[in-house]
């Protein structure tokens, strides 16, 4: 990898850099994350248990039904529940209702 002098960069350059190492950082978490789910699933599996087995589900009973959606990206939920998703926030600060995301 080449060696980059970064006091002779200027401002805008440092901030490209830093957003695309950002960007790296989370997708290589993201990928990490990842395997390590499906290592956990696959010893759980070899093992004759489900991962909910295991750990046991989310909640304390129930789960919550979708309420709400992301009409850019459907896997995008949220139960109405809880603090309001980033997507939902930034979507009503554009003017949006919330009614225009009900599932």
């Given at each position: 990898?080449?060696?980059?002098?970064?006091?002779?960069?200027?401002?805008?350059?440092?901030?490209?850099?830093?957003?695309r190492a950002q960007k790296a950082?989370?997708?290589?978490?993201?990928?990490?994350?990842?395997?390590?789910?499906?290592?956990?699933?696959?010893?759980a599996e070899n093992a004759g248990f489900?991962?909910?087995?295991?750990?046991?589900?989310?909640?304390?009973?129930?789960?919550?039904?979708?309420?709400?959606?992301?009409?850019?990206?459907?896997?995008?939920?949220?139960?109405?529940?809880?603090?309001?998703?980033?997507?939902?926030?930034?979507?009503?600060?554009?003017?949006?209702?919330?009614?225009?995301?009900?599932?």
């Amino acid at each position: 990898m080449a060696s980059i002098n970064y006091d002779k960069l200027s401002v805008k350059e440092l901030t490209d850099i830093i957003a695309r190492a950002q960007k790296a950082l989370n997708a290589a978490k993201e990928r990490e994350r990842a395997d390590l789910k499906h290592k956990i699933a696959s010893l759980a599996e070899n093992a004759g248990f489900s991962v909910g087995e295991l750990f046991g589900g989310r909640g304390r009973g129930k789960s919550a039904t979708v309420k709400y959606m992301n009409p850019d990206n459907r896997s995008e939920t949220w139960t109405g529940r809880g603090r309001k998703p980033n997507w939902l926030v930034a979507k009503l600060g554009k003017g949006a209702k919330i009614g225009d995301f009900a599932v």
